[in-house]
C-alpha cells in the first residue's frame, strides 16, 4: 500500500477535529462563541413556546400556583438531568474522533463490536490511525453482549433499523425547529397589534425561512460568525428579563426548585399533569442537534459555552416566565412576550425574531451532517454534498436536503398554522431521539468503556425511565400533531432502509457472479484481446476478485488498455480517512498481466471533491508500490485473499513509511528522473510501462447497473427493488458523478442485477 503525505488534499480538508481539541485557549473560546450560532440557538429559543405548549391543553391554573411549581420543578430537572448531565457531561464523552450523533454512536459500535452492515470491511481497516480500537481486558458483560449480536444476525438488522428511526427523528427536527422557531416568535408582534390576522403571521413567517434557507450554501463558518452574536445577545436578554421578573413579581420563585413539586403535580392533576408533559420536553429540544452538530466544532468549546453560558442564562429566563406567570394567569399563551417590560419590547421582540431564525440553523447544520454519515454508510441516496470550509473540518451544506426541508417546512407552517401543534409532533420527535441515544450509550459503556453492568443498568435506568416519561405523554399527543413526526420519519426511514437493502442485494450479487481468476489466467496475459496503450480503470463494488463487468469485456470487446486497475471506492466506519492512508494498492494475477487493485477508502465524514487529482494520485501511489513491492508486509494474509482455492492468491502490500518526499503528479515522477524514462536505473521496466501508459491516457469503466427483484421474490421484495429502488436509483446523482468522472473518458457497461 502506498502512503502519498498529505498536501493539497489535506490543506484542502482543513484542520482535523483530533488538532482541534489540542488548540490553543484562544482558539477554544473563539469555537465556543461560534458554537452559540450554530448549535445553541435550538435550545436557546425553547422558552418561547414552552409554557405555552404545556398549558395547551385541560390543564388550569389554581390561585396557590402549584402548577406552575410543578411544571418549572419539570423544567429545571429535565434540563439539569438531561441536557447538563447526560449530554455535556456523559455523551459527548463517546465522540468518534470529535464528530457526534446517533450514527457516530453507532459506528463506534461497529467497530468495537463488528456490527456493521457495511460490505467490502477487511482486517486492514483496522489499522487506520482513526480507527481507534484498543485492545483491552474483555470484561464478561461486553464479550457476552457481542457475542449475542455475532450470533444473531436478525439482531443486527434491527439494531440498524432502530438507529435509523433515531436518525430520522433528528432529520424530522430540521422540519420543525425552523417553523415553531420562527412561527411563535413573528407571533409575539400581534401583542402590540392587536388587529393583525393570522394570515399576515403566516406570510411573514414563511418569507423569514425562505431568506434562511437560502443563505445555507454560504456554509456553518460564515454562518456562525453571523448568528453568533444574536444569540449571545438574546441570552444575556431573556437572562436578564427573568431577573426582573423574578425580583419584579415573586422573588419566592426558587422554591420550586425541589423535586417535591413535580410529585405534587402528578398527584394533584392526574392525568392532564402527566399529559402536560409532552410541553415541558420543548425545553430540551435542542440537546440532540448539540450532539449532531458536534463535528463543527470540538467538544471543549462546546462543553464551555453550555457549561458557563447557555445553562445559566435559560435557567434564569423560566425562572423569570414562571414568576411572573404566578401572578398573570390570564396571559398564560402569550407569557412570554406579556413577561417583557414595556419600554424593552420592541428590540426584545427584534432579537427574538433574528434568535428564532438562528435556533432553525441548529437544526438544519444537524441535519446536513446526518445526511452525509447515511450517504457514506449506504443508507441514503446519493445527493450533492458540499464542503464548505477549509479550516473546520466536517462543515457541510446539500442543497438538495436544503430545499427539501424549506418545502416540508412551509408546508407544516402552512399547514397547521399553530405552534401548539407543531410542539406536539417536535416533542414526539425529540424524545424518541433521546431515547436512542441512551440505549445507544448504554451499550457503549459495556462494550467500549468496558464499564460494569451495573452502571451501564444504572445509566439506563435513571435516564431512560426519564424519557420513557415524556414519551408516554408524546404518544397521547399523536391524534393532536404527533402524527406528522411518526409520518415524516416513516417515510425517511423507508427510503433508508430499502436503499440499505437493495445496496446490501446488489453487492451480494457481484460476489455471486465475480469471474472466476482460473478463466482470467486461461486467456493469457493478453486476455484474448488486444492490448492498447493506455491505462483502464475499472470500478468495483468488491474489494477482492474480479468484477462481473469485466466478463462482459473479455466476451465482447476485442481490446483493452495495456494496464488494467480494478478501482474499490469504498466507506469505512470511521469520520475520516487520513491521505496518506486512503490508497491500498495491490497486484492481480502475474505480473506479465499487468492487472492491479486500488482501494479507495473514505470515511463517513470524508467528502470527496473536485480539486482532488485523482488520476495522478492513483498513477503515483501504482508506481510507488512497483518500485518497492516484495519490499513491504503483505497486509492482507490468506485468509483476505479470494483465490486460496485456486492457488492464485491476489497480493496486497503495506509499504512501511518512508521519510523522502512521496511523488504525486506524473510531473514530479518525471521531474525526478533526468534524462530518458527508459533504462533510467532508479525505475524498473514495469514502472516506465506504467508512465508511458499514463501519457496514452486514461479511460474509466463504471457499471451502469438495474435491480430487479427475481421472479421468486415475495411481494414486498418486488415493491421495495422495482418501484422504490428503481425509483431512488434513477433520481440520484449517478455514480460517476459522486466519484467526479470526467465525462470525456468514461465508458459506461449496462448490467441487470437480479436480487
Not at 465522540?95 to 482486517?123: I, V, W
Not at 456553518?220 to 448568528?227: I, K, N
Request: with cysteine; proline share 3%; charged share 15%.
Amino acid at each position: 500500500m502506498f502512503h502519498p503525505k498529505p498536501s493539497f488534499e489535506s490543506q484542502e480538508y482543513g484542520l482535523h477535529n483530533q488538532n482541534l481539541n489540542k488548540a490553543s485557549c484562544s482558539a477554544v473560546l473563539s469555537l465556543a462563541y461560534q458554537s452559540l450560532g450554530v448549535i445553541y440557538g435550538d435550545l436557546s429559543t425553547s422558552p418561547l413556546y414552552v409554557y405555552k405548549t404545556t398549558f395547551s391543553g385541560k390543564l388550569s391554573l389554581h390561585e396557590d400556583d402549584e402548577e406552575i411549581y410543578g411544571v418549572l420543578s419539570f423544567i429545571f430537572w429535565t434540563f439539569t438531568l438531561i441536557a447538563l448531565l447526560k449530554y455535556v457531561f456523559i455523551v459527548m464523552s463517546a465522540d468518534d474522533n470529535g464528530e457526534g450523533g446517533t450514527f457516530a454512536l453507532y459506528s463506534l459500535l461497529c467497530r468495537h463490536a463488528k456490527l456493521s452492515m457495511l460490505p467490502n470491511q477487511q482486517e486492514t481497516d483496522e489499522k487506520l490511525s482513526t480507527y481507534g480500537v484498543k485492545k483491552t481486558a474483555e470484561t464478561w458483560q461486553s464479550f457476552a453482549l457481542k457475542s449475542f449480536f455475532e450470533k444473531h444476525p436478525k439482531f443486527r438488522k434491527g439494531l440498524l433499523i432502530f438507529v435509523l428511526l433515531g436518525t430520522c427523528m433528528t432529520i424530522g427536527d430540521g422540519v420543525f425547529t425552523p417553523a415553531i422557531s420562527v412561527l411563535s416568535a413573528v407571533s409575539g408582534v400581534k401583542i402590540k397589534v392587536t388587529g393583525l390576522h393570522d394570515n399576515y403571521v403566516v406570510a411573514i413567517s414563511c418569507v423569514i425561512l425562505v431568506g434562511l434557507f437560502s443563505i445555507q450554501h454560504h456554509g456553518t463558518h460564515r454562518v456562525a460568525f453571523l448568528f453568533a452574536p444574536i444569540v449571545t445577545a438574546w441570552l444575556l436578554s431573556i437572562a436578564g428579563i427573568g431577573i426582573y421578573n423574578i425580583i419584579q413579581w415573586n422573588p419566592r420563585i426558587f422554591r420550586a426548585l425541589s423535586p417535591v413539586y413535580m410529585v405534587k403535580l402528578l398527584k394533584e392533576t392526574g392525568r392532564e399533569g402527566w399529559l402536560s408533559l409532552g410541553g415541558v420536553v420543548l425545553s430540551i429540544t435542542g440537546v440532540e442537534t448539540m450532539f449532531a452538530d458536534l463535528g463543527h466544532f470540538s467538544t471543549l468549546s462546546v462543553k464551555i459555552a453550555f457549561t458557563f453560558l447557555v445553562y445559566p442564562c435559560l435557567v434564569l429566563a423560566y425562572l423569570g416566565e414562571a414568576a411572573f406567570l404566578s401572578r398573570h394567569h390570564e396571559d398564560i399563551q402569550q407569557s412570554f412576550y406579556k413577561a417583557i417590560p414595556e419600554t424593552i419590547f420592541w428590540p426584545v421582540f427584534i432579537v427574538a425574531t433574528f434568535a428564532a431564525v438562528v435556533g432553525s440553523q441548529a437544526a438544519i447544520s444537524a441535519t446536513f451532517s446526518i445526511i452525509s454519515q447515511c450517504c457514506a454508510l449506504n443508507c441514503f441516496p446519493h445527493v450533492k454534498i458540499v464542503h464548505t470550509s477549509r479550516k473546520i473540518y466536517g462543515q457541510v451544506y446539500i442543497p438538495e436536503v436544503n430545499w427539501m426541508l424549506l418545502s416540508l417546512c412551509l408546508a407544516v407552517t402552512i399547514g397547521l398554522r399553530d405552534t401548539n401543534m407543531i410542539g406536539h409532533a417536535y416533542g414526539l420527535a425529540v424524545t424518541v431521539v433521546m431515547f436512542v441515544t441512551t440505549c445507544l450509550m448504554t451499550m457503549v459503556m459495556i462494550i467500549i468503556w468496558k464499564q460494569r453492568i451495573v452502571t451501564a443498568a444504572a445509566f439506563l435506568v435513571l435516564f431512560g425511565s426519564v424519557e420513557l416519561l415524556y414519551l408516554s405523554a408524546g404518544i397521547f399527543k399523536i391524534p393532536k400533531g404527533g402524527w406528522i413526526s411518526l409520518l415524516l420519519s416513516l417515510t425517511f426511514m423507508s427510503v433508508m432502509f430499502i436503499w440499505n437493502y437493495g445496496k446490501l442485494k446488489k453487492h451480494e450479487f457481484d460476489l455471486e457472479n465475480k469471474v472466476s481468476m482460473n478463466r482470467i489466467l486461461s486467456l493469457g496475459p493478453s486476455l484474448g484481446m488486444v492490448r492498447v496503450p493506455g491505462i483502464g480503470l475499472v470500478y468495483t463494488n468488491l474489494a477482492m476478485g474480479i468484477p462481473a463487468i469485466f466478463g462482459h469485456f473479455v466476451t465482447n470487446l476485442p481490446a483493452f488498455h495495456q494496464v488494467l486497475v480494478f478501482v474499490c471506492v469504498k466507506s469505512v466506519q470511521v469520520p475520516y480517512v487520513k491521505a496518506e492512508e486512503r490508497m491500498l494498492m495491490g497486484r492481480v494475477g502475474p505480473q506479465e498481466y499487468h492487472m492491479f487493485r486500488c482501494i479507495v477508502r473514505y470515511g463517513y465524514k470524508d467528502v470527496p471533491h473536485e480539486n482532488y487529482n485523482f488520476e495522478n494520485r492513483l498513477v503515483s501511489a501504482l508506481v510507488e508500490f512497483l518500485e518497492t513491492e516484495g519490499k513491504g508486509k503483505d497486509e492482507f494474509g490468506d485468509t483476505e485473499s479470494e483465490n486460496i482455492e485456486e492457488n492464485v492468491a491476489e497480493h496486497m502490500f503495506t509499504l512501511p513509511d518512508r521519510e523522502e518526499k512521496m511523488v504525486r503528479s506524473l510531473k514530479e515522477i518525471e521531474e525526478s528522473f533526468s534524462g530518458s524514462l527508459e533504462g533510467h536505473p532508479n525505475l524498473n521496466d514495469e514502472s516506465v510501462q506504467i508512465l508511458k501508459a499514463r501519457e496514452s491516457g486514461i479511460a474509466y469503466i463504471l457499471g451502469h447497473s438495474y435491480a430487479k427483484a427475481k421472479k421468486s421474490s415475495t411481494i414486498f421484495t418486488k415493491f421495495a427493488i422495482d418501484v422504490v429502488y428503481s425509483f431512488l436509483s434513477r433520481n440520484c446523482r449517478g455514480t460517476d458523478v459522486v466519484l467526479n468522472v470526467p465525462h470525456t473518458s468514461l465508458l459506461e457497461v449496462g448490467m441487470i442485477y437480479y436480487v
